[in-house]
């Protein structure tokens, strides 16, 4: 598995955690979950953004469907790891 980066979009004083997971289609990245973010730490949400493995390789230019579960729970897991504790989490994608 790939180093997973994860883009941060933090509040002074976050109300909570969002994990935001990309779509099929676009990367998380993307213009809608950049102005989806946007939106969101203006309503003092902390952002997490990250792509899974296989979509890093999508936009790479090699077009492939994504792995069996249990390595996206596995990617997931390590993302989750990362985000701090001092607020509740949601977990959600496009």
């Known amino acids: 598995m790939t180093e997973l980066v994860l883009y941060q979009d933090i509040p002074l004083k976050p109300l909570a955690h969002l994990l935001l997971m990309h779509g099929a289609g676009a990367g998380c990245r993307s213009a809608f979950l950049e102005q989806l973010t946007e939106a969101l730490v203006a309503e003092q949400i902390a952002v997490y953004r ?30 989750l790891e990362q985000i701090p504790t001092s607020a509740p989490h949601i977990v959600t994608g496009k």
């Open 50 to 79: 990250f792509n899974f493995a296989y979509m890093d390789k999508c936009e790479a230019g090699a077009k492939r469907p994504p792995p069996p579960l249990p390595s996206l729970m596995a990617e997931l897991a390590t993302a």
